[in-house]
């Protein structure tokens, strides 16, 4: 998993409680990813990471939150779980020196986080 | 909008035999196209990628093909064995840019 780890694997959690995922690199890749993933969809982006501090939305954002402050991670915050955000996340780097993919927009994902919200 | 999506949701071949999984673009911006292969219980991993100015790409037992005209890619598996059982992804994206967009993913079985 290209020196990905995620944590936890798996969470069980109840509505309204937030929640803290965390990805760490020791790749130093620039570039930083959250994406769910759901029965009948493609991987969907959450949000993503350019650098240390800086961050964007992706298109599935809304009701998530993100921080980088250190270039090996990445925390993806639900602030207030919902049923809607059962899913698994995988967390994603690129940006490093060409790999086996040849190019710098390769990106490489973690183990995922299977997250059920009750 | 936006989309990559794949032609079939499920693919059953014959182990030995080769492996044809097709997929379709829309945004003709995209110019950087990845294969990953997904386990169950596993995160994407990467298979092979191309670039829009190639049009065939071969590794090992894998062989990409673009042709940018009907806007379709699509990853030949040779002689498929029982470990090549998977979800394969096609996705696209655009150099530098940062909106990878991800097909829902085609299921190989390999029957041995």
């Known amino acids: 998993d290209a020196g990905i780890t995620q944590s936890p694997r798996h969470k069980v959690t109840e509505t309204g409680t937030p929640v803290t995922l965390r990805c760490h690199q020791t790749?130093?890749?620039?570039?930083m990813y959250w994406y769910r993933q759901d029965p009948g969809h493609g991987l969907r982006l959450i949000h993503y990471?350019?650098?240390?501090?800086?961050?964007d939305k992706g298109e599935v954002s809304d009701g998530y939150s993100v921080s980088r402050s250190k270039t090996e991670d990445f925390l993806l915050t639900l602030e207030s779980a919902t049923s809607s955000q059962t899913s698994v996340y995988f967390c994603?780097?690129?940006?490093?020196?060409?790999?086996?993919?040849?190019?710098?927009?390769?990106?490489?994902f973690g183990p995922g986080t299977r997250l059920t919200v009750l | 909008g936006e989309s990559v999506g794949l032609h079939l949701p499920t693919l059953s071949v014959q182990e030995g035999d080769n492996s044809i999984i097709n997929c379709a673009y829309s945004?003709?911006?995209?110019?950087?196209f990845i294969w990953y292969k997904q386990e169950s219980g596993k995160g994407p991993q990467f298979i092979i990628d191309?670039?829009?100015?190639?049009d065939k790409r071969q590794g090992q037992r894998v062989t990409v093909l673009l042709n940018k005209t009907v806007k379709h890619l699509s990853l030949q598996i040779a002689a498929t064995q029982p470990g090549d059982s998977a979800v394969y992804f096609c996705?696209?994206?655009?150099?530098?840019?940062?909106?990878?967009?991800f097909g829902a993913g085609t299921r190989l079985f390999v029957k041995a």
């Open positions: 994603a780097i690129s940006g490093g020196l060409a790999g086996p993919g040849g190019s710098t927009d390769t990106q490489y």
């Open positions: 790749e130093n890749h620039r570039y």
């Open positions: 990471s350019y650098g240390v501090k800086d961050t």
């Open positions: 945004n003709s911006a995209s110019d950087y």
């Open positions: 191309i670039r829009s100015n190639m």
């Open positions: 996705a696209g994206t655009n150099t530098g840019g940062f909106k990878t967009i």
